[in-house]
């Protein structure tokens, strides 16, 4: 086989086999097959698309790339959860020990990464005394014991995707639906889940800005798991403003930790039921959706869900203490309120921009090397169709300076105050089954 036919091939519009598929990502995470060619590739790809049975091999081939994590000594069918990533969310935070709390194992591996925050590690390390270093008897013996474990990304977990994401991004072919769906779903599969919930987002703060997009991603990703032997179910969730009202590391762990007590932001929690009730039903807790949405409102009314957080900190060496009296977090020293310079009802909420506030304010990276502040960023006072006068506080910044006239004018900047009649977004756009037209049969 040579790589230039394969690319030729794609760029024909042609539809590759399972094997030429392996020798493309097989040479190229051996260095066998050049960036040159593996570019010209993905712009083909890009261009001519892939079909589903590609798109799952490509997805296997990445897979098959490196090690696979074996979670077969966890008791219990593990469901994961994966989010396409916004401003402000904290989802998995909160949602791991509510389902954790009515009997779902969660084995959940995560990440730091770049961004407006840091990743669900980082803010579980604004924990005093948190710690994600377990071996994986650890890792296993607690998720038995607890029902939940965090670990970090451990081993050489699909370094294809690495790789072809690095290729990707300096190429113009990150998006590309076959290429983002296989990146994606690579990696939930090397994790070892049997079951997937995926929680896409939609919006101007979001990865795919367009309803049409986040579906047709949605639609890919759930085929991909379908086709490869894994239950896998979508929900499209909004993005067009931040999820919740904190955005920060510290700040978004308290708030989770609200949600949990039945104290939190609606949507936090609307969107945690959702995607939990879908998460019971899969790891069989429940035989529908209405019984395990009813039995994480029960967790959270009767306080498993809370005492599940607690049980989890303590066996990761944290302070548990913090869950009772949130002012052990750590604490930015100024808080500086954004006031609203005009009246109405807001309108929109650049959620990109609150997200660069973040980052302004220290709360993300930029490259994988910087330091992060746990402590800093911002709670919205205002979400859309809230009713705003001028001179209202819209937003407090959680700030480590006590002058941020940068960030406060990028927070104005964000919120569009109309003089008309705004209603709330719609948070759930829509749920997508293997059942609904993915058109396989298993
Ligand atoms: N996130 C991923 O993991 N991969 C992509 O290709 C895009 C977003």
């Known amino acids: 086989m040579r790589m230039v036919d394969l690319i ?44 589903d049975q590609e798109r799952a091999a490509l997805t296997m ?6 090690e696979e994590i074996d979670l077969s000594a966890v008791e219990g069918i593990k469901v994961d959860k994966h989010s396409t990533g916004g401003v402000g969310d904290k989802t998995t935070i909160a949602l791991a020990p509510l389902v954790a709390s009515v009997g779902v194992p969660v084995a959940k591996m995560s990440g730091r990464g770049l961004g407006h925050t840091g990743g669900t590690l980082d803010k579980l390390e604004s924990i005093p005394g948190f710690h994600i270093e377990l071996t994986t008897e650890e890792f296993i013996e607690k998720v038995n014991k607890n029902k939940l474990a965090v670990i970090g990304q451990t081993g050489n977990l699909t370094p294809a995707d690495k790789k072809l994401y690095g290729l990707r991004d300096v190429t113009g072919t990150v998006n590309s639906i076959p290429l983002i769906a296989s990146s994606i779903m690579s990696k939930k599969l090397a994790s070892g889940a049997d079951g997937i919930v995926l929680d896409v987002k939609t919006g101007t703060g979001a990865f795919m800005k367009e309803l049409s997009d986040s579906k047709q991603l949605a639609q890919a990703m759930v085929k991909i798991g379908t086709k490869l032997g894994k239950k896998t179910m979508a929900v499209i969730s909004d993005m067009n403003q931040p ?3 904190a955005v920060g590391n510290a700040l978004e762990v308290k708030e989770a930790i609200a949600m949990l007590k039945g104290e939190g932001p609606e949507d936090v929690l609307e969107l945690c039921l959702t995607l939990g009730s879908h998460m019971v039903v899969m790891a069989k807790k429940a035989e529908s959706v209405d019984e395990a949405r009813k039995a994480l409102e029960d967790a959270i009314s009767s306080g498993k869900a809370i005492e599940t957080l607690k049980v989890f900190i303590e066996a990761q060496g944290g302070d548990a203490s913090v869950v009772d009296d949130v002012t052990k ?3 930015a020293p100024y808080k500086i309120e954004v006031k609203a310079q005009s009246e109405g009802m807001v309108k929109s909420i650049e959620a990109d921009r609150i997200g660069t506030a973040a980052m302004m304010l220290g709360a993300g990276r930029a490259t994988k090397d910087d330091d992060i502040l746990l402590d800093v960023g911002l709670i919205l006072h205002k979400k859309i169709g809230d009713v705003v006068k001028v001179g209202d506080p819209i937003v407090t910044l959680h700030s480590r300076k006590e ?26 756009y829509e749920e997508i089954t293997a059942s609904q037209g993915t058109g396989f049969v298993l």
């Open 8 to 51: 030729e091939k794609k760029r024909n519009g042609e539809v590759l086999t399972d094997q030429e598929i392996q020798f493309i990502i097989e040479g190229y995470t051996n260095d066998q097959i050049p960036d040159y060619q593996m570019s010209a590739w993905a712009m083909a790809v890009f261009f001519q698309d892939m079909n």
């Open 61 to 66: 081939a990445m897979v098959k790339s490196g």
């Open 243 to 245: 999820l919740g009202l």
């Open 329 to 331: 977090f750590p604490e």
């Open 403 to 428: 002058q941020a006239e940068e960030v406060v004018s990028i927070v104005q900047k964000a919120y569009d105050i109309a003089h008309e009649h705004i209603e709330a977004p719609t948070l759930i």
